[in-house]
């Protein structure tokens, strides 16, 4: 479904998205203060416009209050990160925030973001996933105790069926999906054979999903 986004700070974070969300067919309205940003979003967004994100009647005027979500990519300025944030949420509309630090995290979360993103911590903690394990290729955080892995199928499970697996029993781990080059099965059933080097997406506890992986797999 095609959806509309403003995206507020075109630093590396907000022109990345700002590119992608355009590239999957959504309207992307990107704005900046910095007309050189604003300028080089020209070609990957819907419009692109310089503007001061803390300009109450700015935003009104650009019919914020329309938008299915804003996402507020200030990085160093964190007052006026706040600043919009807030001007968002009282315009009701969804936001989704990029985070400094820890400290302006909890600010975020007090004035009501929907999300808070810290991108390097994030992806600290997915690339530690994925040194963790070598067969863990991705990693998706559901809550602090549940995730969402893929794992590579290893030798010791190869043309195996699912119920011989017994993950769900032996292990409390759900397979989700098997992907196979360029075919996925979602949700397979019980005669489903896995082979070495199938792409299991495995949902569980952190520490069911460790078990499984190290004793299972
Ligand atoms: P990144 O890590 O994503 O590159 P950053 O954390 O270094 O970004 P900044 O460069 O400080 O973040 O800010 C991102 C963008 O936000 C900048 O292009 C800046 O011009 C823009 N910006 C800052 N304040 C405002 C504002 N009040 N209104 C609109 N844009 C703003």
New binding site residues.
Partial sequence: MRKQFVV?????????LCRELDMLGHEVLA????ED?VNSMLPYSTSAVV?????ENVLKSLGIRNFDLGIV?????MQ??I??TLLLKEMGIKVWV?A?NSYHQKILEKIGADRVIQ?ELDMGIRVAHKLDSENIIDYIELSKDYSIVELIATEYIDQKSIIELNVRAKYGCTILAIKRGEEINISPLPNDVIFQGDVLVVMGSNIDIKRFEEKGM
Avoid: Y
């Avoid at 704005?31 to 910095?34: A, G, K, Y």
């Avoid at 503007?51 to 300009?55: I, K, R, S, V």
């Avoid at 990519?73 to 300025?77: K, N, P, T």
């Fill in positions: 507020i700070g075109l630093g590396r974070f907000g022109s990345a704005i900046d203060s910095n940003k503007a001061n994100a803390t300009d990519g200030i990085g160093e300025d006026s990160s600043h919009c990029k400094q991108p």
